[in-house]
């Protein structure tokens, strides 16, 4: 028996061998996959969305709306929602663009709340008439929808204020269309929007047209904050440089919007009223400068050289060129500070060749460009005070002394001080005899007493120096009588 089972053992090990194994064992079985989680859906994460934006939790919102958009992008009411919350929060840009997909899906039957949603953005944006034709889609599926009729109203408020500030531009009434301008940038403001561009800078354009040179800097920047890489607001930013007298500064802006734009004409043209022929300011496109052109900076620098080695009629000549170079564009303030200091500069020089008549043609023209400068309202004083019109000058010289301590010159305001004690007194002295005059003049027998007087009180060191100062002998002041320019270093006594 046992034999029997060794051979039938022997029997299947060579069948094994062979391949002939007739009754193969089972194959082992893998373990079963553990099941896979199945995640929320689209909807589900689109209602938490829902949780999140009635909590007032709007950026949690956006996100959970855009993962569900990530998983059914072509579903519009994720983008609408998504639209809201970015409204809600005054991020008006991302919600044009959710509001304008949603409506373009759509589009076979369009949404009121669509497209009122996108008509919101386009006004909070600035953008009047695609926001009237916006509405007037959603009017036409529901002529009596309350939304959109009182939005409406707004938009059409907002294009006749732009209607208003356009024709005012156009008229050159620059207080009118400031006000038209604030209209329209209240609009927005009201409706926590974002500000166009092109809105700030008119507002640049409008400050310089009026000569407002600190509220057309502020604007300025501004603009330049929000859109550093803009050529348009480079250049402008240029131009309020260049008219304010800040010629490096304002090359450097030209020079950065033509990089940026080397075709951008206004930039080029700003570029050829500051630069010389001889390329030394900037390095910038070098080829392409106007060989013929003067540079502004550098004739106002040989003008005050000349003026410094008393070439004055050299110096005339170098101001005058550079006030011809500006110009007076009534869009630019007439030719803004820098011109104003040019005047000046020329006025001063006029001074010394005692064309009074001319410098203060000169000088009133400066002050209308630049109220407040102090050397210009100096400039005047001292005209003033030759051509004895004391009590101008006094006022002249006092304003000169309060914006030249308001600039913090020191120096200046001591000299300013001196200047209006010698005016006031001038003013009291011209309020008395003229001693001077009575003694250089002499007279017949009649005068003979006022020439007695005259000669004791200018004979006299302390009662000189009270007449000097326009007090009578009890320090009162004196009564009017007409002076003469005469110095008393030029007085001979008799």
């Known amino acids: 028996m046992t034999k029997k089972k060794t051979q039938a053992k022997k029997k299947q090990a060579q069948a094994a061998v062979n391949g002939v194994n007739k009754n193969p064992p089972p194959p082992a079985q893998s373990p079963p996959s553990p099941p896979v ?174 000569g407002n040179w600190d509220a057309a800097n502020t604007a300025a920047n501004d603009a330049l904050r929000l859109e550093p890489n803009s050529p348009e607001v480079l250049a402008l930013r240029g131009l309020v440089l260049f008219l304010s007298g800040k010629l490096p500064q304002a090359l450097q802006h030209v020079a950065s919007a033509l990089r940026l734009d080397p075709g951008y004409e206004p930039a080029h043209r700003l570029r050829k009223r500051c630069l010389t022929s001889s390329g030394r300011i900037i390095q910038y496109d070098i080829s392409r400068r106007p060989a013929d052109v003067k540079d502004v900076e550098r004739l106002k620098e040989e003008g005050n050289a000349a003026f410094k080695g008393s070439r004055l009629q050299d110096a005339i000549a170098r101001y005058t060129e550079a006030l011809d170079r500006i110009g007076e564009i009534e869009e630019e303030g007439k030719g803004g500070k820098i011109r104003a200091t040019l005047l000046s500069n020329r006025a001063t020089t006029l001074v010394k060749l005692d064309k009074y008549e001319e410098a203060l043609l000169d000088i009133e023209a400066s002050l209308a460009l630049y109220p407040t400068s102090f050397k210009a309202l100096r400039t005047r004083a001292r005209i003033n005070l030759h051509l004895e019109k004391y009590d101008a000058a006094i006022v002249d010289f006092r304003a000169s002394m309060e914006q030249a301590e308001l600039e913090g010159v020191d120096a200046d305001v001591r000299a300013l001080r001196s200047e209006l004690k010698k005016a006031e007194a001038a003013l009291k002295r011209s309020k008395t005899k003229d001693y001077y005059h009575i003694l250089d003049k002499g007279g017949d027998e009649e005068k003979f007493k006022l020439v007695v007087e005259a000669h004791a009180v200018l004979s006299d060191p302390q009662r000189r120096e009270r007449y000097d100062m326009g007090e009578d002998e009890d320090g009162e002041p004196l009564v009017r009588r007409k002076q003469t320019r005469r110095k008393q270093n030029n007085i001979c006594f008799f």
């Open 37 to 210: 989680p199945k995640g929320p859906s689209a909807d589900d994460i689109k209602e938490q969305g829902n949780v999140a934006f009635k909590a007032k939790q709007y950026t949690e919102a956006i996100d959970l709306y855009t993962k569900a958009i990530d998983i059914k992008p072509t579903e519009p009411s994720y983008l609408t929602n998504r639209a809201a919350s970015y409204m809600a929060l005054k991020r008006f840009r991302p919600a044009l663009s959710d509001c304008q997909q949603a409506a373009t899906l759509q589009s076979s039957e369009p949404s009121s709340k669509t497209l009122i949603r996108l008509a919101r953005c386009q006004f909070a944006l600035g953008l009047s008439e695609p926001a009237l034709s916006t509405l007037r889609s959603v009017l036409s599926l529901e002529p009596t929808n309350p939304a959109a009729l009182q939005l409406k109203d707004k938009v059409l408020e907002l294009e006749a204020h732009l209607r208003n500030f356009e024709s005012s531009r156009t008229r050159k009434e620059w207080g009118m269309a400031r006000l038209a301008l604030d209209k329209c940038l209240q609009s927005i403001e009201a409706e926590g929007g974002e500000i166009p561009i092109q809105w700030r800078l008119w507002r640049v354009e409008l400050e310089l047209s009026r």
